[in-house]
C-alpha cells in the first residue's frame, strides 16, 4: 500500500501519464486502476465485486446512478469523517494526502469547490475542544469513486496544515461541503486565464482538468504559475504533461530565485508577463486568481472582508481588466 501511494504522489504526474495515452475522458481511465487496486488492497472481496463481469456490478451500479443520482460522500449541513489512507512528500513543505470513503460513491463536488476541514486543536477555558477549520481544495477527480487527496503546503507555524502533517494513516478527518465556489460551465468563455501561487493551483487543476477531460469543451486555457523557486513548483511534471497534450493549455512559469540552468521566467508576475501569458480584456475572458495575500495585492487586490471578491486593483485593473473578467478564489 505504501509502495503504491508512495508512486502516486511522485506522481501524481505517472497517474497522468497512462491517461494521456487514452485520449479524452483520461482522467477516469486512469483513476479506475487504482480505485481498484485501492479495493483489492484493503479487501479483496470489495475487488471481486467491483471487477466482476459475471454479475456486472460496475453496470448495476450504472443503473441505479440513472435511477436514483450517484451516491455522494460528502454532506454540506454535517461533519463527516474521512479516513487517511496515506500520505506522501511532493516537495520540501508540501505533502498529498489521500482519503477514503465508500468505494461506490463520489465526492459529490463541482467544479470549481472547495471543502472545509476541522480538527481539535488546543482546548477552551472550560477544557473543551476548541476547532480549527479551514478550506481545502481536491485535486482528484471529482468523478472518482472512493477516495479524494488533497495537496496542501505546511506551515511551520500553520494551525491546520501541522494538523495534517501529524496525521497519520488510518486517521480521520472531519470534512464539510462542497463549498462552491465557481460554477464552471463547459464553454462559458473562449479563453481563460489564470495566475496562481504555490498551493493556489489547486483550484486551477480543477478548472483545467474539467475543461481538458471534455472532447466538447473548447476553452482556451494560459496559466501563469508563480513559485519561490523551481523546487517549489508544484505539479510541474503533470502540468508539463498535460500542456504537451493538450494544444489549448498553455503554461509560463516563473520564480523568484532561480537555478543558472532555469529557463522560465524570473520574479514576481509583472506586467509584461500577464500581457504576453494572459487573454487580453474582454468579454469573453475570464481571468482566475488564486495565491498568497501578497500576489493577490499585487496582481487583482484581495478578496473583501467578507469574503466577497471586493475591487478590483493590481496589475489587472491597470491592464483594463473590469471585475466581470476576473475571479478571485
Ligand atoms: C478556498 C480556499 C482553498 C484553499 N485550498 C488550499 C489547498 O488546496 N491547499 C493548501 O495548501 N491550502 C489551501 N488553502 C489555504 C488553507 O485554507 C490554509 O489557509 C492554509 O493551509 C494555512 O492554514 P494553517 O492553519 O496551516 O495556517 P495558519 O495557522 O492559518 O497560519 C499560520 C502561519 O502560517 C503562514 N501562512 C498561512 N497561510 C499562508 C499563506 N497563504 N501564505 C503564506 N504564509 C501563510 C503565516 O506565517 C501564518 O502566520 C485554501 C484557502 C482557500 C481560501
Not at 16 to 29: E, I, L, V
Not at 36 to 41: I, P, R
Not at 72 to 94: C, G, I, M, Y
Request: proline letters at 7%; glycine letters at 8%; hydrophobic letters at 35%.
Amino acid at each position: 500500500m505504501a509502495a503504491f501511494f508512495q508512486r502516486l504522489a511522485k506522481a501524481t504526474p505517472t497517474a497522468f501519464t497512462a491517461a494521456f495515452n487514452s485520449g479524452s475522458g483520461h482522467s477516469r481511465s486512469a483513476f479506475r486502476f487504482p480505485i481498484g487496486a485501492l479495493a483489492a488492497v484493503s479487501g479483496g472481496i470489495s475487488y471481486v465485486y467491483y471487477h466482476s463481469s459475471v454479475s456486472d456490478p460496475v453496470y448495476l451500479d450504472e443503473i441505479k446512478e440513472e435511477q436514483t443520482g450517484p451516491k455522494v460522500a460528502l454532506n454540506p449541513n454535517k461533519w463527516t469523517e474521512f479516513k487517511l489512507q496515506d500520505s506522501a512528500r511532493v516537495s520540501h513543505n508540501t505533502q498529498l494526502f489521500r482519503f477514503t470513503f465508500d468505494p461506490t460513491a463520489k465526492l459529490g463536488l463541482d467544479v470549481a469547490s472547495c471543502l472545509i476541514t476541522r480538527a481539535p486543536i488546543g482546548q477552551d477555558a472550560e477544557g473543551k475542544p476548541k476547532f480549527v477549520t479551514r478550506p481545502y481544495t481536491p485535486i482528484s477527480d471529482p468523478e472518482s469513486k472512493g477516495y479524494f487527496d488533497l495537496l496542501i503546503k505546511v506551515y511551520p507555524e500553520g494551525k491546520m496544515s501541522q494538523h495534517f502533517a501529524s496525521l497519520k494513516p488510518g486517521d480521520v478527518l472531519e470534512v464539510k461541503g462542497p463549498i462552491e465556489k465557481l460554477r464552471y460551465i463547459p464553454n462559458m468563455k473562449k479563453h481563460i486565464g489564470m495566475i496562481a501561487g504555490g498551493s493556489g493551483i489547486t483550484p486551477m487543476l480543477q478548472v483545467i482538468e474539467a475543461i481538458l477531460k471534455n472532447p466538447d469543451d473548447t476553452t482556451k486555457v494560459s496559466l501563469l504559475y508563480a513559485n519561490v523557486s523551481p523546487d517549489d513548483i508544484l505539479l510541474k511534471q503533470k502540468l508539463d504533461l498535460l500542456a504537451a497534450a493538450h494544444p489549448n493549455l498553455k503554461v509560463y512559469y516563473t520564480v523568484d530565485n532561480p537555478t543558472k540552468s532555469w529557463k522560465g521566467g524570473k520574479g514576481f508576475i509583472s506586467k509584461d508577463m500577464a500581457v504576453k501569458g494572459l487573454p487580453g480584456p474582454s468579454e469573453d475572458t475570464l481571468i482566475l486568481v488564486c495565491g498568497p495575500p501578497g500576489m493577490m495585492e499585487h496582481i487583482s487586490g484581495g478578496k473583501a472582508k467578507d469574503w466577497s471578491q471586493g475591487e478590483l486593483s493590481g496589475i489587472l485593473k491597470e491592464l483594463g481588466y473590469t471585475e466581470e473578467m476576473v475571479y478571485k478564489f
